[in-house]
């Protein structure tokens, strides 16, 4: 495996289980942004704030887990795609309403863009209306 795609899997898992920034920055440039065309990330443009609002996802969402379906680098970018399906339900407190048992069922994609060794920039692509409704948070 070569170096990007190593650090990406290990950023991947570290983000995805909630570890947050406290792990997650080892394989990130302290000022890396991040970027998502959607409205309940409208507001975060670093990955330092991403990944802790993927740790506080845990929260409302306790049960939450991923299903790896691809992982690739494209060398001459100096990049690595990941596509995933996020699993959860709305058991614990913290969302924007009361717990409603129901689950959602994600897809999504990071495109992470690496300076050297460590992410500079990572881009979520997700739709984040289709996991609010399953949610029955909106």
């Known amino acids: 495996m070569s170096v990007l795609l190593d650090q990406a899997r290990l950023f991947f898992e570290a ?5 947050g920034w406290q792990v997650c920055k ?7 942004t991040f970027s998502s065309q959607t409205a309940v990330l409208a507001e975060v443009n670093t990955l330092q704030a991403y990944t802790e609002w993927m740790k506080d996802l845990f929260t409302p969402l306790p049960d939450g887990r991923y299903d790896l379906k691809f ?3 494209d060398e001459k970018r100096s990049s690595v795609a990941a596509y995933a399906v996020f699993h959860g339900t709305s058991s614990g407190p913290g969302g924007p ?3 409603t048992g129901k689950t959602v069922e994600a897809d999504y994609v990071y ?3 690496f300076e050297g060794n460590l992410i500079r920039h990572m881009t979520k692509i997700w739709n984040d209306g289709i996991s609010l409704q399953q949610l029955g948070w909106m």
């Open 15 to 19: 983000c995805e289980t909630g570890k």
């Open 26 to 32: 080892t394989y990130c440039h302290p000022d890396a």
């Open 71 to 73: 992982f690739a680098e």
């Open 97 to 99: 309403v009361d717990p």
């Open 111 to 113: 495109v992470m863009q």
